[in-house]
């Protein structure tokens, strides 16, 4: 099949589109996008530091690399990789490499925090102690307070993720299902600072997962290409399969979801302005409670004997 630009053989057809695209067209296709949508997210005046977190997947590592592209001559902002170490064994020792390899040819600083150095338990522990829990429920905000120290602990001024446009899709209508509309409001990329939070911005939002693979494919970025052995327990995978089969019908559906949530958006923030946050009594992070949730998760673990998953 020819490009529909020009005489080349396409790489891709994008469906919601209906564009056949060679090799140097979807590369442009795709980073036009990403530069607008960074571009609309935050006003880089100079002198901004910003922290990358990266897991050494495809979407984080493309999110470095285009960064490190756009900003390369900006000598007035520095990147630096940020990694969180779950403690999964089988899992994210093979990602940490990657990302630090990805960091040193990119030429920026790379730094590692541990869950056992927040949590006090690695998800190997964690999942050992209370197998019958959903790993996710814990993980998302042991990563979310430490990727967030981290980040203020290197000065950064926003923390760039690797979110691509299939997760912010599914993640509005998992909020949607659960009739959560505050967090509905809450979701990133964020365009007010809170005290003691860095603001999160996402520049492949506009950019479906399949294209960041081919994307990072073409452009030789390394990444490792693995799932966490404990995605299957997670609650997302079953908006992951609605949505790809709506999107399969009906090409653009994810898209159409996140501009209506765009359009909806300042309604949103009007109805459920950012809270009023606290210093969490027990690791002083900030929340909107006494106690933080990685707080009372990591107090729910210390009650849970080690050998709780064992047979009596």
Known sequence: MQCDRCDSAAVEWVRYSGEHLCRGHFVDFVERRAKRELRAQVD????????????????????????????????????VGITIDEGIASYRPAGIQFAKRLCGRLGIEHRILAYEDTAGHTMDEVVARDPGSIPCSYCGPFRRQALNRAAREVG??????????????????????????ERLA???????????????????????????????????????????????????????????????????????????????????????????????ARCGEPTVHAVCKACELRDRIEKLAPDAAEPA
């Open 44 to 79: 880089l005046r100079g002198g901004e530091r910003i922290a990358v977190g990266m897991s050494g997947g495809k979407d984080s590592s493309t999110t470095a690399s285009l960064l490190a592209d756009f900003l390369g001559t900006r000598r007035d902002i520095e990147l």
């Open 156 to 181: 950064a001024d926003y923390v760039a993720t690797g979110l691509n446009l299939d997760d912010t899709a599914q993640s509005i209508l998992m909020n949607v299902a659960r009739g959560d509309i």
């Open 186 to 280: 809450r979701l990133g990329p964020h365009e007010s600072r809170q005290p003691g939070l860095v603001p999160r911005i996402q520049p492949l939002r506009r950019i479906p997962e399949k294209e960041v693979y081919l994307y990072a494919l073409l452009k030789g970025i390394e990444f490792h290409d693995a799932t966490c052995p404990y995605a299957d327990r997670a609650q997302r995978g079953r908006f992951r399969e609605m949505l790809n089969r709506l999107e399969e019908e009906s090409p653009g559906t994810r898209h159409a979801i996140v501009r209506g949530y765009d359009q909806m958006r300042p309604l949103l923030q009007e109805a459920y302005p950012p809270a009023t946050l606290n210093a969490c």
